[in-house]
């Protein structure tokens, strides 16, 4: 059985076109207006869940000995890790949380000795 019908394209200048000055068939002659509303921003709460929920869900990462706050959007991480890359993967899980600021990683090395 052959295919006979082709998603339309229509070719236009406006919002919405790529470089070549087509425009997605499913948005017909012009873009709407929602461009740019997204959702609203997260609370500390839902930030903080999020960031346990990433940590705790890597492989690579025995997370059982982080604690995780959250004030203003400004993720602190606390507690002890058992290498330095883990600190660092840590730290970077918890910067790709939406909502996330900025990390304060006061992640300690478990076994490591400072003098």
């Known amino acids: 059985m052959a295919i006979t019908s082709r998603p339309m394209i229509v070719r236009g200048s406006g ?9 997605p068939w499913w948005t017909g002659e012009e873009e709407g207006s929602y461009r740019g ?13 999020a960031i346990e929920r990433i940590l705790t869900d890597d492989p690579w990462l025995d997370a059982s ?8 959007g400004i993720a602190q991480l606390g507690g002890a890790v058992a290498s330095r890359q883990a600190k660092r993967r840590a730290e ?4 790709q949380i ?3 600021r900025d990390v304060q990683n006061q992640l300690s090395i478990a076994g490591l000795q400072t003098t």
């Open 65 to 72: 000995g982080i604690q995780v706050s959250v004030q203003n």
């Open 92 to 95: 970077e899980l918890t910067d």
């Open 37 to 49: 509303k997204g959702p609203a921003k997260p609370t500390d709460d839902q930030i903080k869940t």
């Open 98 to 100: 939406w909502g996330v």
């Open 15 to 23: 919002p919405g076109a790529c470089a070549c000055g087509c425009m």
